[in-house]
């Protein structure tokens, strides 16, 4: 049995303009010109021709960046908003978490508005009754629920909001990143009801930028891109898509920076902050490759890196130095080293040469990360240094915090009962 069914959705939004500040509904419809009269440039269209449906009793994923149109099709799946086109059928009762407390009122107590969002749930008096000091009791207001509304901070409405919603009973439970705004203690309780809706076969509609927690709980994704669908199916292979589409954003970015960076015009511009040195031995180029050799700017962890240096010597030179330097965007240190220090000893060099930095597991942490090339004296008088002209990117789902990230495993003795993580 299917629960929800979207055909052919598109919703257009207009772009506020001065020019039609004075228009009117009336006047629009009079004329006839609501849309004729706009410029293309002042329609936005949030969705186009989405067609998808979902089966009762699953927890359907919906992940894309923002302004990919995600919550503004749940809103249309609510009927908060109306399509410009195309059509939603639902099956059952609805609740949505997706603007949690927009109705409850500011001047009235707590206890008010949990009677006044119940009914305009669709619950009764009678059943709000019985379901209030449940409501209550999961949101932890239980001494604040006879203040006004305006009193409380935004994680006690967000409490509140999210208790009333969840105890309509709904057949489908829409979900926009409302745990995003929730404190340590009150999402796990959160997620907790989410799966207890999971285990009585619930509808679920589930949008977040956790990607790891819609792998955890979701039966089938959706990946919306630029209000359109790019793909539909099993949680794993969609997520997967969707970060190889976001490092490969992230390469284009960084390789267009890169490009930008025009060795001659630009270092002429910044030599005396970014590049110094009598170029007596010459960094010519510099390039950050995988291992298999092939040109990128978007690493995970695991990967290695080989930092490549086309390198010149106008005369004979007896005494050099090739070093390299990681930072990361705050200028921490997370790597340095050169030739002296690893105990190489220069023989002689005239022309062009090359030189190769191969390092076999880059081991770090999401971010971005900066690249000092250099060569210099073994007394550290420099030939040609290059600060921080070349970036990297770390994309990861690892949350971990710092700079390295070592390989590493947990071990725990009988007693300690914890879960391990789903297999990413």
């Given at each position: 049995m299917i629960a929800i069914k979207a055909e052919n959705l598109t919703k257009v939004f207009r772009k506020y303009s001065t020019r039609h500040r004075f228009l009117t509904f009336k006047s629009a419809l009079v004329k006839g010109s609501?849309?004729?009269?706009?410029?293309?440039?002042?329609?936005?269209?949030?969705?186009?021709?989405?067609?998808?449906?979902?089966?009762?009793?699953?927890?359907?994923?919906?992940?894309?960046?923002?302004?990919?149109?995600?919550?503004?099709?749940?809103?249309?799946?609510?009927?908060?908003?109306?399509?410009?086109?195309?059509?939603?059928?639902?099956?059952?009762?609805?609740?949505?978490?997706?603007?949690?407390?927009?109705?409850?009122?500011?001047?009235?107590?707590?206890?008010?508005?949990?009677?006044?969002?119940?009914?305009?749930?669709?619950?009764?008096?009678?059943?709000?009754?019985?379901?209030?000091?449940?409501?209550?009791?999961?949101?932890?207001?239980?001494?604040?629920?006879?203040?006004?509304?305006?009193?409380?901070?935004?994680?006690?409405?967000?409490r509140l909001g999210f208790a009333v919603a969840i105890n309509v009973n709904?057949?489908?439970?829409?979900?926009?990143?409302?745990?995003?705004?929730?404190?340590?203690?009150?999402?796990?309780?959160?997620?907790?009801?989410?799966?207890?809706?999971?285990?009585?076969?619930?509808t679920i509609v589930f949008v977040s930028h956790d990607l790891s927690t819609v792998e955890r709980i979701c039966d089938k994704v959706m990946w919306l891109k630029k209000g359109r669908i790019q793909m539909i199916g099993e949680p794993k292979r969609v997520v997967d898509a969707y970060l190889q589409d976001i490092a490969e954003k992230q390469e284009e970015s960084l390789e267009t920076r890169h490009k930008e960076l025009d060795l001659e015009k630009k270092w002429e511009e910044e030599k005396r902050e970014k590049r110094w040195g009598k170029r007596e031995i010459e960094i010519k180029s510099v390039k950050l490759k995988d291992l298999e050799g092939n040109e990128k700017f978007v690493f995970s962890p695991d990967e290695g890196m080989i930092i490549e240096m086309d390198v010149e010597a106008k005369s004979k030179m007896e005494d050099f130095v090739f070093g390299i330097g990681i930072f990361n965007s705050e200028g921490v240190c997370c790597f340095g080293t050169n030739t002296h220090l690893e105990d190489f000893t220069p023989v002689s060099f005239e022309g062009k040469g090359k030189v190769i930095f191969k390092i076999e597991k880059l081991n770090l942490i999401n971010g971005t990360y900066y690249l000092d090339v250099a060569t210099h004296k073994r007394d550290g008088y420099p030939y040609d240094y290059h600060k921080s002209l070349y970036s990297f990117a770390i994309a990861s789902r690892n949350k971990s915090i710092g700079i390295y990230c070592p390989p590493h495993s947990w071990q725990f003795s009988r007693k300690i009962k914890i879960k391990k993580p789903s297999k990413k």
């Open positions: 609501l849309f004729k009269d706009l410029k293309p440039d002042e329609l936005v269209t949030a969705l186009k021709d989405i067609n998808f449906e979902v089966e009762k009793g699953i927890t359907f994923g919906i992940i894309g960046e923002n302004g990919s149109g995600k919550s503004t099709l749940l809103k249309i799946i609510a009927g908060i908003t109306k399509p410009t086109s195309g059509r939603v059928i639902t099956n059952g009762r609805i609740s949505a978490l997706i603007e949690l407390g927009a109705g409850f009122h500011p001047e009235i107590t707590g206890r008010e508005n949990v009677y006044i969002n119940g009914i305009m749930l669709g619950l009764s008096k009678k059943e709000i009754s019985d379901k209030f000091d449940e409501i209550v009791k999961f949101a932890e207001l239980e001494d604040f629920i006879d203040a006004p509304v305006k009193t409380y901070s935004s994680g006690m409405y967000m709904p057949d489908i439970l829409l979900v926009d990143e409302v745990l995003a705004v929730g404190d340590a203690s009150f999402v796990p309780k959160c997620l907790d009801k989410i799966n207890d809706f999971r285990r009585r076969k619930k």
